[in-house]
């Protein structure tokens, strides 16, 4: 009886060492953490490629229990940081690509471990949705005795400039997108332990209060080719010649295209190219038709090209003509235009 009773006692205290092994959140050690808000520059709804953002998030622990023959009973707190979809998406479950919301607009972004920006970094780690293996997990390991530890994670955003952002009708106001985060979509674990190897099973959790945010703009952009006119002998006929222009809009965007007179030219109606080695000039127009009326500001008997962005970039042919005139001394004879688009 007596060695049964010996027994029973050494089978006690080896349970209760493992309780204490493994308990740490018993006590007052404990972690927080001090989000970002992820907040992408102004966008423009016509961007040529996605647009970048990020912002760092601070993990502070703190150890406070000690043991007398081992120092830190639980040196070791492990840190699982789970993100789900927000309130910006369409789905709570498909994160692989998540959205930002403005009233019932969405447009596409996510938001990544590293600046690879690849698949398999996509910030996840929520339970049921398509990146639930995903999740950020490290380990803080304190030496010595109670104190803090400060960690800090970088979190990358993408905002892809795809169909969702062409396809938006900004208007002069412009568009605010937005995704909340907190309990409900995002969350750190944290489990402090002997050995660092319970993970997160039974963790502590913390909400992560974050907000992913971009404002969308109205824009447009313009691009001209050169009009190039061909060798002439003589200038006693028209010479005529074309080049491409392209206006990109945002969607339902109304704009005007102006051309100025040129370098050289006394007005939009009297433009001019100017012999590189000389003085001497050659009078030219450009009009938005063949020999149309000249493309200038819409003044003086001039008109100016209007339209309707679509979000995408559409193309118009820009036509230039020498007149017939004296012709003078031979050489390379050029001219610098303006083209201005406003909306």
Known sequence: MPERAVMARLVSSALLLLLMLCGGQARADSCGITPANVVFPSVSSISPGPVYASSTFKITCTWTATDVLTGLLTPNATICLNLGAGSGNASTTATTSRQLSSGSLRVNYNLYTDATYAPAKIWGGWTGTTTSGNGIVFTMTKSGGPGSLDRFVTIYGKLEADSTLSSLSVGPDNLNFASNFGAGSAVMNYQFALLGLLGCLVPQTVAIPFTVSAPVINDCNINIGNLAFPQSRLLTAAVRTTSSLSVTCSKNTAYRITLGAGTYGASTTARRMRNTGTAETVDYMVSSGLDGA????????????????????????????????????????????TATVSF
């Open 294 to 337: 000249s493309w200038g500001d819409g003044t003086g008997g001039t008109v100016a090209v209007t339209g309707t962005g679509t979000g995408v970039a559409q193309a118009m042919t820009v036509y230039g003509m020498v007149p017939a005139q004296n012709t003078p001394s031979p050489g390379d004879y050029k001219d610098t235009v």
